[in-house]
């Protein structure tokens, strides 16, 4: 099984090449339900995979000019408080025992991977959803206390079940800063960066991290993105986008039956 856990780190990684997002969303489920980790520190590990993978791709796109640096920091500060907050404060206050429904107790464990299926369902709609970037790139004002707003909306959620985001990053981006869907694309790997692995400093006031385990585990990540990266010349990843959307519908839907049943 921890092979089996080594090749989806690989897979997260191409996955994050070829569509710019959308991977993370697995790290969880593969930290969880193939390596046997606790959820809660199966989210605290996914921010720091899903930040160092996303910044390979930053510098990346850093280098080809996509990355739109003004208004990533903008978006990445309150999300970076955001998720600061969600994982020094929030998650250790959860109670151990949530509530009961007709004698079946909802503990913290099951009640963050419920959260995190209904996140992996809203990601998947909009991917199957897809979007016309021809309508959607001529807004052209940069409307920054909605972005505000959002980037620490987003820090909120995603740093409570340790996913990138960029499923509802990149639409903000569009439809509050103008950016064209490539240039949003490549600038909210600059934010996953950076709210991820300055929000994984409160885990680290608040866990044992395993490093050795995790620097491996990011290094396949990683590799899979170098991977990714590549056959994106020669795969159009907006096409992948919509059957990957489908796979992470299904994988919600799992998650959700597998916790409650």
């Not at 978006?75 to 959860?94: H, N, S, T, W």
């Not at 396949?220 to 590549?230: D, K, P, Q, R, T």
Request: with cysteine.
């Amino acid at each position: 099984m921890e092979i089996v856990g080594y090749v989806g780190a690989i897979i997260i990684g191409v996955i994050l090449g070829l569509i710019g997002g959308g991977g993370s969303i697995l790290t969880v489920p593969i930290f969880v339900y193939i390596l046997g980790i606790n959820p809660v520190l199966a989210t605290a590990y996914s921010l720091f995979v899903v930040g160092a993978t996303a910044l390979v791709g930053a510098i990346r796109n850093a280098q080809n000019q996509l990355v739109d640096f003004r208004t990533g920091f903008i978006f990445a500060c309150p999300a970076f408080i955001g998720v600061y907050i969600a994982r020094r404060f929030l998650l250790p206050a959860i109670p151990d025992e949530l509530f009961s429904i007709q004698g079946v107790l909802v503990n913290k464990d099951m009640g963050i991977m419920i959260f995190f299926a209904l996140i992996m369902f809203v990601a998947a709609f909009f991917m199957i959803k897809g979007r016309n970037e021809s309508e959607l790139s001529e807004v052209v004002s940069y409307n920054y206390p909605v972005l505000i707003l959002e980037g620490l909306t987003v820090g909120l959620l995603t740093g409570i079940v340790g996913a990138g985001g960029g499923f509802l990053i990149i639409p903000a981006l569009v439809l509050f800063a103008g950016l064209k869907m490539k240039k949003a694309v490549a600038t909210s790997l600059m934010i996953i960066a950076i709210k991820s692995l300055l929000g994984f400093i409160g885990d680290i006031q608040n866990f044992d991290i395993e490093w050795n385990f995790l620097l491996s585990f990011t290094a396949f990540s990683v590799l899979g993105i170098f991977i990714g990266i590549y056959f994106s010349q020669f795969i159009e990843g907006h096409k992948l986008k919509k059957s990957f959307g489908w796979f992470v519908l299904v994988m919600s839907i799992y998650i959700l039956v597998k916790e409650i049943i």
